[in-house]
């Protein structure tokens, strides 16, 4: 699993930080080719193709992300009635939910592979990058069943915990707990003298 949970992330990561860049590259682009000095030189790169395969960076790191949402807890919930039932009512609630999710996810999953597998045997492509429109759409099957997947592992593993994955939002990775900026700690020798 931990293979997996890290391959995740790499091509989520990897999605975000190349159409990052590639939008800034195409933005500088845009404005510099109106300089005059540097505008001979760049005004014979074409990137037209920047903007549709952002799109699609953006289409698969959602499917994606949505998978990891799931796995970490990040994704919002309204659960004010089912916290406030008893113990045992919550968590056949909780299953319910969870199986639920798995259950539309596994089906859009599916809906997709029958829609992918229809347009492979076209010969559609995307305008600008002349791709293969099956192989960006592969993001629909691929990022739901991960959903579904992940979906089932939180359950699986609340059915032997009883422990939802939980996400702190107040919490920032590579922070450590302290004072408040601008408060100062007193010192060892602070604390003798006084």
């Known amino acids: ?9 790499i091509l989520i990561a990897t999605l975000m930080g190349g159409a990052t860049t590639i939008i800034f590259v195409a ?3 845009r404005y510099a080719s109106g300089l005059p000095v540097i505008q001979n030189y760049i005004l014979h790169w074409d990137f037209a193709w920047a903007q549709e395969l952002c799109i699609y960076m953006f289409v698969w790191m959602a499917k994606f992300g949505a998978a990891y949402g799931v796995r970490t807890g990040i994704h919002v919930g309204v659960d004010v009635v089912v916290n406030r039932l008893e113990p045992a009512a919550r968590g056949r609630f909780i299953v319910i939910g969870l199986l639920a999710g798995a259950l539309f996810t596994g089906t859009v999953g599916s809906l997709g592979s029958n829609f992918v597998w229809h347009m492979a045997q076209t010969e559609q492509t995307s305008a600008d990058l002349e791709w293969p ?3 960006v759409y592969l993001a629909i099957p691929l990022g739901s069943y991960l959903m579904c997947f992940r979906f089932l592992q939180v359950m699986v593993a609340f059915l032997r915990t009883g422990v ?3 996400h702190d939002h107040g919490h920032v990775d590579g922070l450590e707990d302290g004072p408040p900026l601008g408060v100062a700690t007193p010192s060892p020798t602070d604390i003798t003298r006084s």
């Open 1 to 9: 699993m931990k293979c997996l949970d890290r391959l995740e992330e």
């Open 27 to 29: 933005v500088v682009h």
């Open 133 to 135: 429109m099956w192989i």
């Open 164 to 166: 939802l994955p939980h």
